[in-house]
């Protein structure tokens, strides 16, 4: 089998005393979407941000592509291979819809205005958002804002995209306009980490489902393996309870 994409060994992170991720081994194939899952408080933002150099872990290897990035001396290189989306979106709110996804190419990518355009408008195409490229951005829906956050990470060309709960912020019927974009890059074989709430979207989606609990991994398994046949006393009382979410 090829190297993995992501390969984490016996990471530590503390916050001064609090010690957030507790000795973390975790490994992500080419092309694999993983669904990190658990309770709140358990690490799995932390997790996330560590893998892109958002958090600087304490301890441990992390290689991305190869690439020692507690060690890396171009961070922003580095970083432009891997596209990020949060909850809160984090778009520029006094740009437009397309200028959001121009600026950071040219930025970046260092690549002319007219190029960064034609690329935006491919990915705002993608995501459903074309029409809206100059709107302003304070004027969308949660959910179009979400798809406008994707496009302009796909602008990027990253080769790893990095999703912590997508959908938690945004109303209920627009969660689905944004799971079905990410299902969609699923099958084009984006090879995606994804922190979720949504149960029904990791049974459906996930190639793995990864259960983090109080900092460390506690199980993880196909969707098949994990809901509906947890090993570990937590892995089960932390689906039964997810039921009545
Ligand atoms: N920047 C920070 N400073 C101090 N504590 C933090 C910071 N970020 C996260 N934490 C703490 O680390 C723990 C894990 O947080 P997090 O990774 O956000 O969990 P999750 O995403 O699973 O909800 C929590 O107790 C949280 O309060
Ligand atoms: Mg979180």
Do not use: W
């Not at 990027?156 to 974009?181: H, Q, R, W, Y």
């Not at 460390?216 to 932390?238: A, D, M, V, Y």
Request: charged share 25%; net charge negative.
């Amino acid at each position: 089998m090829a190297a993995p994409m992501v390969e984490i060994k016996n990471i530590h992170k503390r916050f001064g005393k609090l010690e957030v991720l507790k000795g973390v081994d975790f490994e992500v194939q080419e092309g694999e979407t993983v669904c990190l899952i658990g309770s709140s408080g358990s690490g799995k933002s932390t997790l996330l941000r560590c893998i892109n150099l958002l958090e600087h872990a304490d301890d441990g290897q992390i290689l991305v592509f190869g690439q020692d990035v507690l060690h890396t001396k171009d961070v922003n290189h580095f970083r432009a291979k891997v596209g990020m989306c949060f909850q809160q979106f984090n778009l520029f709110a006094n740009m437009t819809v397309v200028e959001n996804c121009i600026k950071p190419q040219m930025k970046v990518l260092k690549v002319s205005k007219e190029e960064a355009r034609k690329t935006a408008m491919k990915y705002l195409e993608k995501v459903g958002m074309a029409e809206f490229a100059n709107a302003d951005v304070r004027r969308i829906s949660g959910g179009q804002k979400q798809r406008v956050a994707i496009a302009r990470a796909l602008c990027m060309n990253p080769k790893l995209m990095l999703f912590d709960e997508p959908t938690s912020a945004l109303d209920p019927e627009m969660v689905g306009e944004v799971l079905n974009i990410m299902k969609e890059l699923a099958e084009e074989g984006m090879t995606m980490i994804i922190v979720t709430h949504e149960m029904g979207f990791a049974r459906d989606v996930a190639d793995r489902v990864v259960f983090m609990d109080q900092g460390q991994i506690e199980e993880q398994g196909t969707p098949e393996q994990l809901f509906n046949n947890p090993q570990s006393e937590r892995t089960k009382e932390f689906l039964k309870a997810s039921v009545y979410k």
